[in-house]
């Protein structure tokens, strides 16, 4: 294969480097369209399936809170929050945010104002809710009194007729027939006789239709009336004014009231009654509530039987109870339930004027806004408030016009009231993209410049050449133009590619790039110092260096792709982008740099003339660190091994960070907000996590002692400073088991309108960015396991958990889980790679071992430095790019090392010579593009952005650590023990 390549580029190397030149110019127009795509939102390459992300939502349905993807934060100072002119600013700032046609992705605006008429607004729709219960309550109730009102006129009219009508009967009979049967003047029992029989007969007739035992009480009742009647007389003779009705009436009511006869009301109650006690009480309340003269007076009927209604009412309910019976009772016995239903209107109107004069509304502001909530948008001074604004998927080029139409109708309000003071800055996610985007285009220009700068003066350096180094340079900008014009045809086909893909391209492509170009150069150089005709120089220059590239450029490349399988869009589209910018190097260095050669000669190295170094001595100090490294080979690789291994332990002793503000520089405008409103509010109490239960087969208001169970075992966790929850909304526990209406109130906010969903919020005390926080949160998701198990209504719930520190808990998971697969898979296809090019199944593992020595050299440096000197942590990404990708980079050098070893024993020299020759001979090219690719890598160093600073350092760190220890010493010593086994179990060229 490499022959043939050799043939192709000598061949037709003038159509290889136009090609290349054409590919070049198609690309540039894309390549200046990239900057205008890339995203700077991290959170645009996170995985849509997370946990906090279906919590997001689920919120927003359930509870009605803002889910927009960006958010700004305005944070504004003043002499006094709660002043109704800076109310009036404040009222007048969201309305105009709110009406600003320039703001088409503008989801809603959150201030204090705004929270205490949802608290209103909640009061209102409590109290709703409270009227539509109690109404539903008091119809049922007026309907049942209604009908018990007209029952118990029924009876009291039945009482009355009984104890009065009876005898009322009785004297009006007895005073007909006396003055009509003028004889019975003169015998009074015969005209009571005559009296008792007709009022007998009329009694009956008019009963005839009634139960026997009604027939049989009244007509008891007037036998005993009757008997009465007769024992009131003391003589037969009826003197005139007897037979007047007043005095008749008044002589039947001291009968009927004769407590000593067994001829009275009273006796004959008591007899007839004496097995129901209830019957008794209310014939004896009739009796005494009446009299035969009264009996049948309406308005006495109405108050007797409202009375009895009210005796048993609660105290502070009987006047209403009063005023309810009476106007029920004035319906009549033919109410309509429209008349029902108006009274029960009226009377529920009532309750709830006594509910509202009890717990009266949200009166003034900021009355009736929970404390804790308060606090959370107002400083303890009450002189800092948050304005929050929720946008939905901002996109990049809308960014800046979105934050400037933000900018300009904030200092459009506060010219419009001069009579507040205020100050307002501005931080949120797009602010920061803001920010992030700024910064790294800076960061991209002086990297690049400085790149360009850097390898270029040691490439003159190294070649003493002006040509040698303008080549490889031509080479890889050549990668990095069709390198983004590739890149901007991903964006055209809808993948997002995020900003650090453009940052790394330089360093990589510079660095690679150059070091495979450079590879080609020197070896063309060395076979012409030989004396080599030019093109036969180009031949074995292209056969021999080519092998060395591929096989370095896949293993860097399998590095890359590691990354792919992420479930982190983050580390997928980083993965995605260098492999494309190390496969262009390949292709470049094995296409265009041989036809350069073919094509200039020995020209490339001008003003250097060549023929006259032909035969020049070789590098000495490298032969003689090969010869050390060999000589003492087994303290070689003891002391460095024990030294770089000892060096990871300050990482294993060292939590990295998740948190990416802390990471962002200090100067950033955003960042500087950011801190004023984290240090002023507290960032844990802004940032809670949060839990969401859902249940569609129960009622939340029936499930208190759960979310108490849940409430109470979460505030034991150590790490917990508070929770909010339906049982405790302020952070306190209520007595949930005797709700007051007040409690109803707060309470709402934690359950949705459906009862089917209850939220807590848990407060913790760490940055819910930090490794706390994180702990804290693995230990509460324990818990609710463990809940689950013991509750029945939690065991059939869905459980979410929302927030930062949810996000970041996910986040380490499937970092976890990435870097397991990552790690395996870099493995396994380098040596899968190095065993087919190198024939050998020790040499790769071995590689393996020393590209490792030197990740944990760099990991322990950079900890010492960042961590310890600088007070600055170690960034969660920054561990798992530098493993993935060295182990493909880091092996460029050692595999040049071993390709030359390799070759020099297929040309007959021992095992220790041909090490010695290696490292001799590849000596000055391995140090030039170890040092191009490290401080083309170091070149990120001068970013602010600490997580870009960091793998700047630890790039530069490892690489160095590979070409001046690794390379130059480990290495030779340990090939140098393994002999034969270097090669096993393929065979070496010669025998020892």
Request: aromatic content about 10%.
């Amino acid at each position: 294969m490499f022959k043939a390549l050799s043939k192709i580029t000598i061949r037709g190397s003038k159509l290889i480097v136009l090609a290349w030149l054409l590919i070049v110019v198609l690309s540039f127009n894309s390549m200046q369209k990239l900057n205008s795509k890339l995203s700077y939102d991290w959170a645009k390459f996170m995985p849509t399936n997370l946990e906090s992300n279906t919590a997001s939502q689920l919120l927003a349905e359930k509870f009605g809170a803002h889910s927009g993807s960006d958010v700004v934060v305005l944070i504004i100072e003043t002499s006094e929050v709660t002043s109704q002119k800076f109310l009036n600013f404040l009222i007048d700032l969201k309305s105009r945010i709110e009406s600003s046609p320039n703001l088409p992705e503008l989801e809603g605006v959150t201030t204090i104002y705004d929270v205490w008429i949802d608290a209103n607004k909640t009061y209102w729709e409590i109290m709703g809710l409270q009227r539509r219960y109690i109404y539903e309550i008091m119809l049922d109730n007026v309907t049942t009194l209604y009908y018990a009102l007209m029952a118990l006129k029924n009876a009291t009219m039945g009482a009355t007729y009984l104890i009065y009508g009876v005898p009322k009967l009785y004297v009006y009979v007895w005073i007909n027939t006396t003055a009509t049967h003028p004889q019975y003047m003169f015998n009074v029992y015969e005209s009571n006789n005559k009296s008792y029989d007709i009022s007998r007969d009329i009694i009956i007739n008019e009963l005839s239709d009634e139960p026997e035992d009604v027939k049989n009480i009244t007509l008891n009742w007037l036998y005993t009336f009757y008997l009465g009647w007769n024992e009131s007389f003391p003589g037969k003779v009826i003197l005139p004014t007897e037979l007047l009705p007043e005095n008749a009436f008044k002589r039947a009511q001291n009968v009927i009231d004769n407590r000593y006869s067994e001829h009275s009301a009273p006796y004959f109650i008591n007899e007839t009654f004496k097995d129901n006690e209830t019957m008794r009480q209310f014939m004896i309340d009739v009796w005494i509530s009446f009299n035969i003269t009264n009996f049948d007076d309406d308005a006495l009927l109405r108050e007797f039987v409202v009375n009895k209604t009210v005796e048993y009412a609660p105290p502070e309910w009987k006047s209403l109870i009063r005023e309810m019976a009476e106007d029920l009772y004035d319906l009549g016995e033919n109410a309509t339930q429209e008349d029902l239903e108006r009274v029960a209107e009226y009377y529920t109107d009532k309750v709830m004027e006594a509910i509202i004069a009890m717990y009266p509304p949200p009166q003034t502001f900021p009355e009736g806004i929970p404390p804790d909530v308060y606090r959370m948008y107002v400083s303890s001074d009450n002189k800092t408030t948050l304005v929050v604004i929720t946008l939905e998927d901002v996109s990049t080029n809308r960014v800046s016009p979105v934050i400037n139409e933000i900018n300009r109708i904030v200092e459009e309000t506060i010219l419009l009231h001069p009579e507040v003071y205020v100050t307002v800055s501005m931080t949120g996610s797009i602010l920061f993209s803001k920010d992030v985007r700024e910064q790294s285009r800076e960061d991209i220009h002086r990297i690049d410049t400085i790149t360009v700068i850097m390898v270029l003066g040691i490439l003159l350096i190294s070649f003493a050449s002006v040509v040698a180094p303008i080549v490889p340079l031509i080479a890889v900008i050549m990668v990095i133009i069709v390198a983004q014009g590739v890149l901007y045809f991903l964006t055209t086909i809808g993948i997002e590619i995020l900003y650090l893909v453009r940052i790394l391209m330089t360093p990589v492509a510079m660095g690679a790039g150059v070091d495979y170009c450079i590879l080609f150069i020197s070896r063309f150089f060395e076979e012409r110092r030989k004396g080599i005709p030019h093109i036969e120089a180009v031949r074995i220059t292209t056969e021999s260096a080519g092998k060395a590239v591929i096989s370095s450029g896949l293993t860097a490349s399998l590095g890359f792709a590691a990354l792919i399988p992420s479930q982190l869009g983050v580390i997928r589209i980083v993965g995605i982008g260098e492999v494309i910018v190390l496969l262009l190097c390949i292709l470049v260095a094995i296409t265009f740099i041989p036809s350069m050669l073919a094509i200039a000669g020995d020209k490339i190295f001008w003003p250097r003339d060549i023929s006259k170094e032909i035969g020049a001595p070789s590098h000495l100090t490298f032969r003689k660190c090969g010869f050390t490294a060999i000589k003492h080979k087994g303290k070689v690789i003891i002391i460095i091994t024990v030294v770089l291994t000892a060096l990871m332990l300050p990482f294993l002793t060292t939590k990295v960070s998740f948190d990416d503000i802390e990471l962002m520089p200090d100067h950033l405008e955003s960042k500087k907000a950011f801190n004023i409103m984290a240090e002023t509010f507290g960032r844990q109490r802004i940032d809670k996590t949060y839990i969401l239960i859902i249940n569609n087969n129960t009622n939340m208001y029936d499930n208190l002692e759960t979310i108490y169970l849940i409430t109470a075992n979460i505030e034991k966790i150590d790490g917990v400073s508070k929770v909010y929850s339906a049982v405790a909304p302020l952070g306190e526990v209520i007595d949930y088991e005797n709700l007051t209406l007040a409690d109803y109130i707060m309470i709402a906010p934690f359950i949705s309108s459906d009862n089917t969903t209850t939220l807590i919020y848990v407060e913790m005390k760490f940055n819910p960015a930090s490794n706390e926080a994180i702990a804290t949160l693995d230990k509460i998701r324990g818990l609710i396991e463990d809940l689950k198990k013991v509750d029945p209504m939690l065991s059939k719930s869905q459980i979410y958990f929302g927030g930062t520190t949810q996000f970041i808990y996910e986040l380490k998971q499937i970092m976890d889980r990435d870097f397991k697969i990552m790690a395996l898979t870099v493995i396994l296809g380098i040596m899968i790679v190095l065993s087919l090019h190198l024939k050998s199944l020790f040499t790769p593992p071995r590689l393996i071992f020393t590209i490792l020595l030197s990740i944990f050299g760099t990991l322990g440096m950079i900890t010492i430095i960042f961590y310890y000197l600088m007070g600055k942590p170690i960034y969660w990404l920054t561990p798992y790019v530098l493993f993935v990708v060295l182990m493909g980079l880091g092996m460029d050098y050692d595999i040049f090392l071993i390709s030359r070893t390799k070759e020099e024993i297929d040309k007959g020299l021992s095992d220790e010579a041909a090490i010695i020759e290696s490292v001799e001979m590849t000596g000055p090219i391995i140090t030039t593009c170890g040092i191009i690719l490290a401080f083309s890598f170091g070149s990120l160093m001068i970013s602010p952005l600490l997580f870009i600073m960091e793998i700047g350092l630890a790039f530069l760190i490892s690489i160095l650590l590979d070409i001046f220890v690794i390379r130059l010493f480990l290495v030779p010593a340990i090939m140098a023990t393994a002999k034969r086994w270097n090669w096993w179990p393929g065979k070496r060229g010669v025998s020892e």
